[in-house]
């Protein structure tokens, strides 16, 4: 994850300036948050755009491809990540949904290609189905939010699985000062999961508080212990776990494909790892 936090560059894949956009908010971001990397914007149907060169592929780059940020759809993201595989990419976001969210087989067929892709590749994936993530150390930036004010070295990581919560929870902090380090939008989860993010926050000294909202918990045993860690070493983990009536449930997995359990089930063994859940964002903050 350090590779996902902090890339040598940037690849817009799939880059368009019509307006609305999410590449063009990218790019924005990008710039006026001052990432110093390279960013680079790929489509094959194009030689310029934002006022820059534009490539018809990775192969045409001129340095070798770090992060892709890729906005095409399901079947071509996939496409653009075994050429970004190829090409030695270590991270990716993943903005497309079609991986089997919905219930569909031919999105689950979808998924389980993905997940396989990563694993063997060991590219660190945001998404898919989400809305990017930010790091104010590095500077970097896929959150496709044009109003994302910039992070700071705060001792705040935000963790959500609603790319639109996450840059409410984002502006609602800063409001009242509290300074984030890292927001992530981490969608499906095919890729990355809450343990992932929560392992690797946990080794790092500038963040205090690791604060999120939370659908669904894969690989829950990991999650608790990452949890865990992150206690012994001094920090405090506060969630908002969404899942507690049927109407909830139901929503969670039309948003995400995800299937959510009770506050009781979700209590009873968040406690005995540290975790605070919160009963509302306003509590969380």
Not at 74 to 96: F, K, P, Q
Not at 121 to 147: H, K, Q, W, Y
Request: glycine residues 12%.
């Amino acid at each position: 994850l350090a590779a996902l936090f902090n890339p040598r560059n940037v690849v817009l894949v799939g880059a368009s300036d019509r307006p609305g956009h999410w590449s063009g908010r990218v790019w924005g971001n990008l710039a006026r948050l001052g990432f110093k990397g390279g960013v680079y914007a790929v489509n094959p149907g194009r030689r310029e755009i934002f006022g820059a060169r534009c490539y018809p592929d990775l192969d045409a780059l001129p340095e070798a491809p770090d992060h892709l940020a890729i906005f095409v759809p399901a079947d071509t993201t996939l496409d653009m990540l075994e050429a970004g595989a190829r090409r030695g990419v270590r991270s990716a976001t993943l903005y497309a949904a079609g991986f089997g969210e919905g219930g569909d087989a031919e999105g689950r067929a979808r998924a389980a290609r993905l997940a396989a892709l990563l694993r063997d590749s060991g590219i660190a994936a945001a998404g898919p189905n989400c809305m990017g993530l930010a790091c104010g150390r590095s500077g970097f930036v896929t959150l496709a939010d044009e109003t994302l004010q910039p992070l700071s070295r705060g001792p705040v990581a935000v963790l959500t699985q609603s790319g639109m919560l996450a840059t409410t929870f984002a502006r609602a902090l800063a409001d009242r000062g509290l300074g984030l380090s890292h927001l992530v939008s981490c969608g499906n989860q095919v890729g990355l999961t809450l343990a992932d993010y929560v392992e690797h926050l946990a080794e790092d000294d500038g963040v205090k508080v690791i604060t999120g909202y939370i659908e669904m918990i894969p690989q829950s045993p990991r999650f608790l212990a990452a949890c865990a860690k992150a206690r012994a070493k001094g920090k405090n983990v506060v969630v908002v776990k969404i899942g507690g009536s049927e109407a909830a449930r139901e929503a969670a997995l039309a948003h995400t494909g995800s299937m959510v359990g009770s506050h009781d089930a979700f209590d009873a063994i968040a406690r005995e790892a540290g975790v605070v859940r919160a009963g509302s964002l306003e509590e969380a903050i």
